[in-house]
């Protein structure tokens, strides 16, 4: 179903890659189909919904929302979210002393002393996101995984310690 909504997008952005009777065929399936795509918005007109979670919802959180788990999106899914999401500028003192070549920034690591605190970060993330799902659907034994997240936070912390860095 949604190959067809996609191979019918395809078709039409790039006709010139497709047959007259590959377009037809593709036509055909997607007009069996399109119902599944279409609802009605609150303006009372026929829409094609632009995201897989419309129309029920219109963003990712209205997801969480639907199923009362706000918390879990604050606390597990936002954190995540921002790190996945995040352009290379978000990670710019790696970056801060690019230079300029051929007038383009190569955007090369000019220094790996922050590599340590983004490990660590994202250890911490990871580590709280899988708490939070495991309370949810457990994978793994509570008391291992929190042994294994403690070990991991103190090894990051001894560390920074012994190398004169603040935690």
Known sequence: MLGTGLNCISAKRQPENFSADSIAEIQKHFEVEKSHFEFINSKGKPDFAKH????????????????????????AYRPLSGTEHSDVMAYFAMFANAEKKDGETKLEIQSDSFVRDYLRDAFEYFADIFDVCNKTMVLADDKELQEIVAAGITFYKTDMQSKDVPS
């Open 52 to 75: 897989w979670y419309q129309p029920e919802v219109h963003s990712i959180f209205d997801l969480f929302k639907e199923v009362d788990l706000e918390k879990f999106y604050d606390e």
